[in-house]
């Protein structure tokens, strides 16, 4: 995949939460949407996914949150005319300098990536974790968490309890921008505590 184009980044703000390596399928319809995602395809490049502060997923441009993360297209599809469906995968978090409105209400912006968070192992006290991931994708008859599963990894573990588990956007918000894979497992791990989840281990 090429570079994102830092200083001109296409914003896609929704009402949802991607994390990097997280699977994000798409339902495309409207007419700035499908524009941006032709120019993604036919340059190789990204565009960015943020979670919506104020607005609405359409209609006029909706205000985007501070912290969003790259969305590659991994696959696409037309089966239906005027419906592109895509499925996206999760990169890099980053970071929204500025933006403005292009045409057609699109929003567009010059961003700056954040680092990789500093991986670790999963820690012993949290084993409850990556067990549960387990359980859910051998409960599950479809893929919904993209290969390669890595759970003795505490930035995959955190990742993928955050998309899945049941928190507010704003929780999901949080955690995206959290840095420190450790301390992300803390509070998902208190969240399943507290609701009886996983042992106490008090």
């Known amino acids: ?72 297209i991994t696959h696409w599809d037309m089966q239906q005319l005027g419906l592109l469906q895509l499925r996206t995968r999760g990169g890099r978090r980053f970071r929204v300098l500025d933006s403005s409105v292009a045409g057609q209400g699109l929003l567009r912006a010059r961003v700056e990536l954040l680092p990789d968070e500093t991986d670790a192992d999963v820690p012993a006290q949290f084993t409850a974790l990556p067990d549960l991931l387990r359980l859910v994708v051998a409960d599950k008859s479809e893929a919904i968490f993209a290969e390669p599963h890595e759970f003795g990894s505490a930035s995959w573990v955190g990742y993928r309890l955050s998309e899945i588990l049941p928190v507010p956007l704003a929780a999901k918000q949080k955690l995206l921008e959290l840095d420190g894979a450790l ?20």
């Open 1 to 72: 995949m090429a570079e994102p184009a830092l200083d001109d980044l296409p914003l896609f703000p929704l009402n949802t939460v991607l994390f990097p390596g997280g699977v994000l399928p798409l339902r495309v319809f409207e007419t700035r949407y499908m524009d941006m995602t032709r120019e993604c395809l036919k340059h190789d490049q990204p565009f960015g996914v943020c979670l919506i502060r104020e607005g609405s997923e359409v209609g006029a441009p909706a205000k985007p949150e501070g912290v969003g993360c790259l969305a590659y």
């Open 183 to 202: 301390a992300r497992l803390e509070i998902l791990y208190r969240f399943l505590e507290q609701r009886g989840l996983v042992g106490s281990r008090a």
